[in-house]
């Protein structure tokens, strides 16, 4: 068997609400493969976005426990946590939050710099990304400069500057045309084979979902196995 790039043991995530306790996870036990690629669906509010914000350690879990390559994510104190976060997991969100006064070599370069690496390095390693995602003629443009799919390509990079083992993406398709979604997918999913990284990726595209080996519907705050086409 490969090594586990994620487990999680009865993870659950309650939230409160007027005076109430919401539970969205209910016990959720899962163990994903170093270099897996899954689709996670659901319906609207039934808690994909709290999984992957919890196992991105964005978010603390009511109870259960998360491994990232057998590290116990939450057993460890709040500054080991930021370094776990920083150097091992990318993130890539529907809204690419890039900073909109920072060009684009310097948007991926940040991850890097808060990191500790050197700001040359961060540079080269941000140029050599920007130029596999296809942007090495628009580093000095900033994300008002972009079109929707340039700027989530350039999130993509800076997703992946720090050379993560898990790869989370939250919808990075939603606000993109049909053309330009299946390019960003294809893109993920090249990357995905060229460095080994696990990629996770939660959209409402059937269509999306299909081009993954293995699917994770989220209902009633439980993963189902669905059969793949």
Avoid: W, Y
């Avoid at 487990?7 to 609400?17: A, D, H, Y």
């Avoid at 460890?76 to 997991?89: G, P, Q, S, V, W």
């Avoid at 890539?92 to 939050?97: I, R």
């Amino acid at each position: 068997m490969s090594e586990l790039a994620l487990k999680v043991e009865g993870l659950t995530k309650s939230f409160e609400m007027g005076g109430n306790l919401l539970p969205v996870l209910k016990g959720i036990d899962l163990e994903v493969e170093t270099g897996e690629r899954i689709a996670i669906v659901g319906q609207s509010g039934s808690g994909k976005s709290t999984f992957m914000h919890v196992i991105g350690t964005l978010d603390q879990p009511t109870s259960g426990r998360v491994f990232l390559h057998g590290l116990d994510a939450f057993a460890r104190a709040d500054a080991e946590l930021d370094t776990l976060r920083n150097r091992h997991i990318g993130f890539v969100f529907q809204f690419h939050h890039l900073l909109p006064d920072q060009d684009a070599v310097h948007n991926v370069m940040i991850p890097a710099l808060i990191g500790g690496m050197g700001p040359d390095e961060a540079r080269q390693r941000a140029e050599v990304l920007l130029d596999r995602v296809g942007l090495s003629d628009r580093l000095d443009h900033r994300p008002g400069e972009l079109s929707g799919g340039e700027q989530q390509r350039v999130a993509l990079a800076r997703a992946l500057v720090q050379g993560p083992k898990l790869l989370l993406a939250d919808e990075p398709t939603g606000n993109l045309d049909p053309d330009t979604a299946a390019e960003m997918l294809n893109l993920m999913l090249e990357l995905n084979a060229e460095q080994k990284t696990t990629l996770l990726v939660v959209t409402h595209s059937s269509s999306l979902a299909d081009q993954f080996p293995r699917q994770l519907a989220l209902e009633g705050g439980q993963f189902v196995e669905q059969a793949c086409v």
